[in-house]
């Protein structure tokens, strides 16, 4: 496998051509942003955290019935990748309120859905990645009818099997962004899982154990993605 030209960088990954033009080589960036990049910073280790993190979970989702993009680890922070074109539509679950859900409704975060909640935002940095609804993302033709069926049933796969998978690590997922792309015009998971795409807190202690430390001025931000981490691989 060569790794070839930078493709596209962007605020926490590379992406390289290879002499496969099938597959890509990501490589994770310690580049952290919030706030639709208006916050900037580091976070020492978190490419590792999030590319091991990642294909830990994807290899476990593929086992699940969901297609992922992961192909090959390559080393700590690189992995070779199926080169998908990505769907502009940012997926969120949520099972517990939090960040922009709260917000916007005016509760407190912490409120325990009885059933996940499903939605679209609009993968477009210009505008602030806006909410979007099922049918205005028909209307501007971002997917199909069908290839959003497909992308809601591999979700509730998604949070059914990360829920399962995180309590036993002594975590609660509260929320999460995934991405789909299409390969060989089929839908797949492709982007992230990692601490700064899911909401995750403490079982015992409700501490906050994703990117909100380093949105909201927490502390002890490297650390906790190390910690992170260490329960996802045990
Ligand atoms: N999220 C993400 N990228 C984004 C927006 C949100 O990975 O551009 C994740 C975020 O980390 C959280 C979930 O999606 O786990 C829901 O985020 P929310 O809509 O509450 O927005 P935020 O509070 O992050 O602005």
Redesign the pocket.
Known sequence: MEKLEQLYEGKAKKVFKTNDPKLFIVDYKDDAT???GEKKGQIAGKGAVNNVMSNIIFQLLEQKGVPTHFVEQLSQRETVVKAVKILPL?V?M?NVS??????RYGVEEGIVFDQPTFEF?YKNDDLG?PLMCESHALALKLATAEQIETIKKYASIVNETLKEFFLDKGLKL????IEFGLFDGEVILADEISP????LWDVKTNEKM??DRF?RDLGNVEETYQEVLKRVQK
């Open positions: 919030a706030f639709n940012e969120i949520r939090a960040g922009s859900f709260a917000k935002s990645d509260i929320d999460f962004k700064d795409t899911c909401r994703d990117k949105r």
